[in-house]
């Protein structure tokens, strides 16, 4: 599985970024998902995840509480990443990865086995 990201830019704190992850012709109606981050020097940290139960559950960052959302759209295989009221700390690059490993460890890094290849978000003044 090839995962694609899109949707990083440049944007001023407090703006907004829609982030959007796939992969052509796949399905992940059975994959939970999740978004991670890293900036440089630092190691890959968890952002959000979302269930593969399809009613929606969920799971932040405390980082990305009340800021981020995380939603799915089965019908165009894709998960997105609303980030509203961005701070400079949330630059670095967003992955999205899927997983089909229990729910209680969506918030590790290291059992996602399948990653897309990142897209920058620089929030700056």
């Known amino acids: 599985v090839q995962l694609q990201a899109f949707g990083g830019g440049f944007v001023q704190p407090g703006g907004s970024l829609r982030l959007s992850c796939g992969a052509p012709?796949?399905?992940?109606?059975?994959?939970?998902m999740g978004w991670f981050r890293q900036a440089p020097g630092k190691e890959r940290e968890f952002v959000a995840a979302?269930?593969?139960?399809?009613?929606?559950?969920?799971r932040y960052a405390d980082s990305a509480k009340g800021r981020f959302t995380i939603s799915k759209d089965n019908a165009k295989n894709t998960v997105y990443l609303q980030m509203n009221s961005l701070k400079p700390e949330d630059t670095a690059g967003y992955y999205c990865?899927?997983?089909?490993?229990?729910?209680?460890?969506?918030?590790?890094?290291?059992?996602?086995?399948?990653w897309g290849q990142g897209t920058l978000v620089t929030v700056s003044s």
């Open positions: 979302i269930n593969r139960n399809g009613v929606g559950t969920t």
């Open positions: 990865a899927v997983t089909t490993i229990l729910w209680t460890y969506v918030d590790s890094a290291n059992r996602y086995s399948t």
């Open positions: 012709g796949r399905t992940f109606i059975n994959y939970h």
